[in-house]
């Protein structure tokens, strides 16, 4: 048989109603609270303000609890991680636009406790859109590699990544298994080839062979932005690479560029897909993490700190890269 009424925990007998909210044993009379109390310190209701001003706003912790002197720098600092702990549990990730998308790449590094970080970074963009939206970031121990990657990359929602059709990233190894893995085109970066030719190219450093260098410096670049010459321009850069007193840092990156030519001009043999041809747009967010990140200890809190800088910085201008015919 099944007891319709509850009994007192006390002494099993009959419960009696004692006011609006207590509850009385008909034995002992002993009386409870139906729904208890909370007890201790209330907790401060977490800011949004406060995030905007430390995240966005740039400013410094003190300045923007400025107006509660009182406060210590600990409990600033335990206010501004809980307003934080708060903002990401009560939203959600960045949602990616509509239509095909092209997806963007890239990493950078931390050191905490002598063991290095690495904190990978992504954002969609629509093929015909100006705006990239960035992805939950991901932090992973060890540094950038292709195993890593592959495994962040497969974490992207289905819905997001059936609809992804190009990636943009720097080169890193792998790279290119990954873009074959998912049948997708591939653009690498024109900033980090230009950063590698201009330390290489000699004219402050006064290095040796620098006519030669300056001439293989342009016809690198002429490689990467031509549409009828580029046959000439490849045997012009052969035969640079083929002299004896070709310096060997220009010639590894003269190999790599004829090795990997057509994955640099990939927004030149695709123009429906309006590809930009760097990874400015998430190299951006990268300086914004980085320099919220100078101070920080532990990989959690720099990662708490990057989601909510990218869930409240939620998208960043990137447009398509124009062709100019040389």
């Given at each position: 048989?099944?007891?319709?009424?509850?009994?007192?925990?006390?002494?099993?007998?009959?419960?009696?109603?004692?006011?609006?909210?207590?509850?009385?044993?008909?034995?002992?009379?002993?009386?409870?609270?139906?729904?208890?109390?909370?007890?201790?310190?209330?907790?401060?209701?977490p800011r949004r303000n406060l995030l905007k001003k430390v995240l966005v706003e740039k400013q410094s912790l003190f300045s923007a609890t400025l107006n509660r002197r009182q406060l210590s720098e600990a409990a600033r600092s335990i206010r501004l991680r809980r307003s934080m702990e708060y903002f990401v549990s009560s939203t959600s990730p960045n949602r990616a636009p509509p239509g095909k998308l092209i997806l963007l790449i890239d990493a950078l590094w931390f050191r905490?406790?002598?063991?290095?970080?690495?904190?990978?970074?992504?954002?969609?963009?629509?093929?015909?859109?100006?705006?990239?939206?960035?992805?939950?970031?991901?932090?992973?121990?060890?540094?950038?590699?292709?195993?890593?990657?592959?495994?962040?990359?497969?974490?992207?929602?289905?819905?997001?990544?059936?609809?992804?059709?190009?990636?943009?990233?720097?080169?890193?190894?792998?790279?290119?298994?990954?873009?074959?893995?998912?049948?997708?085109?591939?653009?690498?970066?024109?900033?980090?080839?230009?950063?590698?030719?201009?330390?290489?190219?000699?004219?402050?450093?006064?290095?040796?062979?620098?006519?030669?260098?300056?001439?293989?410096?342009?016809?690198?670049?002429?490689?990467?932005?031509?549409?009828?010459?580029?046959?000439?321009?490849?045997?012009?850069?052969?035969?640079?690479?083929?002299?004896?007193?070709?310096?060997?840092?220009?010639?590894?990156?003269?190999?790599?560029?004829?090795?990997?030519?057509?994955?640099?001009?990939?927004?030149?043999?695709?123009?429906?897909?309006?590809?930009?041809?760097?990874?400015?747009?998430?190299?951006?967010?990268?300086?914004?993490?980085?320099?919220?990140?100078?101070?920080?200890?532990?990989?959690?809190?720099?990662?708490?700190?990057?989601?909510?800088?990218?869930?409240?910085?939620?998208?960043?201008?990137?447009?398509?890269?124009?062709?100019?015919?040389?």
């Amino acid at each position: 048989m099944y007891t319709l009424h509850e009994n007192s925990t006390c002494c099993q007998a009959k419960i009696y109603k004692f006011g609006s909210k207590r509850r009385q044993c008909s034995f002992c009379k002993k009386t409870w609270r139906v729904w208890p109390k909370k007890r201790g310190v209330k907790p401060s209701r977490p800011r949004r303000n406060l995030l905007k001003k430390v995240l966005v706003e740039k400013q410094s912790l003190f300045s923007a609890t400025l107006n509660r002197r009182q406060l210590s720098e600990a409990a600033r600092s335990i206010r501004l991680r809980r307003s934080m702990e708060y903002f990401v549990s009560s939203t959600s990730p960045n949602r990616a636009p509509p239509g095909k998308l092209i997806l963007l790449i890239d990493a950078l590094w931390f050191r905490f406790k002598k063991e290095r970080w690495a904190m990978y970074l992504m954002a969609v963009r629509p093929v015909n859109g100006r705006r990239a939206t960035f992805l939950d970031p991901v932090l992973l121990n060890g540094r950038e590699n292709y195993e890593d990657w592959s495994q962040v990359v497969g974490a992207i929602p289905e819905r997001t990544k059936n609809r992804i059709v190009a990636m943009v990233s720097d080169g890193f190894r792998g790279s290119s298994r990954i873009a074959r893995s998912y049948k997708w085109i591939l653009q690498r970066c024109h900033f980090h080839l230009f950063s590698q030719l201009q330390v290489n190219r000699g004219r402050w450093k006064k290095l040796p062979n620098l006519k030669l260098r300056e001439q293989m410096c342009e016809t690198m670049k002429k490689i990467l932005a031509t549409k009828t010459h580029l046959a000439q321009y490849l045997n012009e850069l052969i035969q640079l690479l083929n002299r004896r007193d070709c310096p060997r840092r220009l010639q590894a990156i003269g190999v790599e560029l004829i090795r990997h030519h057509q994955e640099f001009r990939s927004y030149l043999n695709f123009p429906n897909l309006n590809l930009p041809n760097t990874t400015n747009s998430v190299e951006s967010m990268n300086k914004i993490i980085r320099s919220h990140g100078r101070h920080l200890r532990t990989p959690n809190s720099l990662l708490l700190r990057s989601i909510c800088i990218i869930r409240m910085r939620k998208t960043i201008a990137c447009k398509p890269k124009i062709f100019q015919p040389n």
